[in-house]
């Protein structure tokens, strides 16, 4: 396993989460990397995406101002802080590894994933 997502779990509408994301070393720190999200019923979506530098963040509409995603090159890791969570941000959440070192927002240029982390927002 490449991607190790972690981090998920219960909380209450307006609650905070921070989600972890352990890159492997075979996977290249000069990646981009990214966070997906999949509801029940619903297509796999984009919520945001870092470059290699940790620089030029992208965000979904539906998150923006409210997730912050980072990442630790040092250490391997990467971040999402999810706070003021809705109980539409309900879903299983992955980290992707870029093809390129850019912060893609296509599920597409995303080549290694991780296997997710369930994130459930009650009202």
């Known amino acids: 396993v490449q991607l190790q997502a972690s981090g998920g779990g219960l909380v209450q509408a307006g609650d905070s989460l921070r989600l972890s994301c352990a890159n492997s070393k075979r996977t290249s720190s000069n990646n981009g990397m990214g966070w997906f999200r999949q509801a029940p019923g619903k297509e796999r979506e984009f919520v945001a995406s870092?470059?290699?530098?940790?620089?030029?963040?992208s965000y979904a509409d539906s998150v923006k101002g409210r997730f912050t995603i980072s990442r630790d090159n040092a250490k391997n890791m990467v971040y999402l802080q999810m706070n003021s969570l809705k109980v539409e941000d309900t879903a299983v959440y992955y980290c992707a590894s870029a093809r390129g070192a850019w912060a893609s927002i296509s599920a597409s240029d995303f080549a290694y994933w991780g296997q997710g982390t369930l994130v459930t927002v009650s009202s």
């Open positions: 870092i470059n290699w530098r940790g620089g030029s963040p």
